[in-house]
């Protein structure tokens, strides 16, 4: 696997070239997606993308974890994180790159 990183620059340069807007428009289309959905997640809302997978903030209680150098044990606070699932549709699609990119 490669080491490269899609950007948002990227993507704007894609709409571009998919779409037919301009850099500008397109970098601000860019943007407002990434926007709405961080604004949604913000919000405790669950964010779907047909075909793509889902976002959503779950709580985590506070545990108690374990320092792996000293052994100690540290209480880890609650907090919420991000969660990202995949949908079948886009776990299909990569499983066939990977394969084709194999042979």
């Known amino acids: 696997m490669g080491d490269h990183t899609v950007t948002r ?6 709409v ?14 860019v943007e407002s997606v990434l926007d709405e959905i961080a604004s949604a997640l913000g919000r405790g809302e669950m964010v779907k993308i ?17 320092n792996p150098k000293t ?6 606070l609650p907090r919420r994180v991000l969660v990202f699932r995949a949908s079948h549709v886009l776990k299909n699609r990569i499983n066939e790159v990977l394969s084709a990119n194999e042979h």
């Open 9 to 14: 620059a990227q993507l704007s340069e894609a």
């Open 16 to 29: 571009y070239q998919e779409v037919g807007l301009s850099r500008n428009e397109s970098a601000d289309l």
């Open 50 to 66: 047909s075909s793509f997978g889902s976002f959503s903030v779950r709580s985590k209680g506070e545990r108690i974890g374990r």
């Open 71 to 76: 052994g100690e044990e540290v209480p880890i």
